[in-house]
């Protein structure tokens, strides 16, 4: 059993910046893709990004390709989201997730945190 607890969401204007984490417990963490996914408000969880289990792959739905940036630390882990030149559309709760997916985009991961909420003001 794995399990994610997500921090570093809050309020920032537009153009600014946050760095998301995400804490997992468990021996197993380099085992996993991890993932960042993000629901906004009436809408379906989306894929944002995901890192491959030691980290030489990444993948970013396009919509965040150059603003946003996955890594993780499997020595402590947990994997980051920064994400920079961030826009009205970026609010969303942000869920971190854990897994060995058929589809990286999908949401057919194991494990999920509870989110943590990102609003962009205008």
């Known amino acids: 059993q794995v399990q994610l607890v997500e921090s570093g969401g809050g309020l920032v204007q537009a153009g600014g910046s946050l760095r998301l984490s995400c804490a997992a417990s468990?021996?197993?963490?380099?085992?996993?893709?991890m993932a960042w996914f993000r629901q906004a408000p009436g809408k379906e969880r989306e894929f944002v990004a995901a890192?491959?289990?030691?980290?030489?792959?990444?993948w970013y739905t396009d919509s965040v390709k150059g603003r946003f940036t996955i890594s993780r630390d499997n020595a402590k882990n947990t994997v980051y989201l920064q994400m920079n030149s961030l826009k009205p559309e970026d609010t969303a709760v942000y869920y971190c997730?854990?897994?060995?997916?058929?589809?990286?985009?999908?949401?057919?991961?194991?494990?999920w945190g509870q989110g943590t909420q990102v609003t962009v003001s205008s």
């Open positions: 890192i491959s289990r030691y980290g030489s792959t990444t």
């Open positions: 997730a854990a897994g060995v997916p058929g589809d990286i985009q999908s949401t057919g991961y194991d494990y």
């Open positions: 468990g021996r197993t963490f380099s085992s996993y893709v």
